[in-house]
């Protein structure tokens, strides 16, 4: 199966809560628009770990209310466990509109 290329929106600055692994890139999952927002969610290309972006656009770790209300969408849940499941795998890479 071909990969499907994806806008990418660079970031600077941003590492991993979890593994301080930099994060220089967002993407969105369903196509729309790449740029991150306060609460958007954001998975670790590295470690899997899920993210939120803080008021200042930074990564922080969801809290316990966050991470029961991102469990409680269960399509969201689904495809989270599946990027992540892809990512300790090695088999999830982000093809840019320049490499199609």
């Not at 199966?1 to 660079?10: E, F, G, L, N, Q």
């Not at 600055?13 to 993407?27: D, F, I, T, Y």
Request: net charge negative; hydrophobic share 35%.
């Amino acid at each position: 199966m071909k990969p499907v290329p994806i806008k990418i929106h660079a970031l600077d600055g941003l590492v991993c809560p979890e593994c301080g692994k930099s994060m220089n890139k967002s993407a969105a999952a369903d196509g729309g628009n790449t740029e991150p927002w306060t609460g958007d969610i954001s998975l670790c290309y590295e470690c899997g770990a899920i993210c939120l972006y803080d008021r200042e656009l930074q990564l922080v770790k969801p809290t316990e209310e966050e991470l029961k209300s991102i469990r409680n969408d269960s399509e969201t849940w689904f495809f989270i466990g599946a990027c992540q499941q892809a990512i300790h795998q090695k088999r999830l890479r982000i093809i840019t509109e320049e490499e199609e």
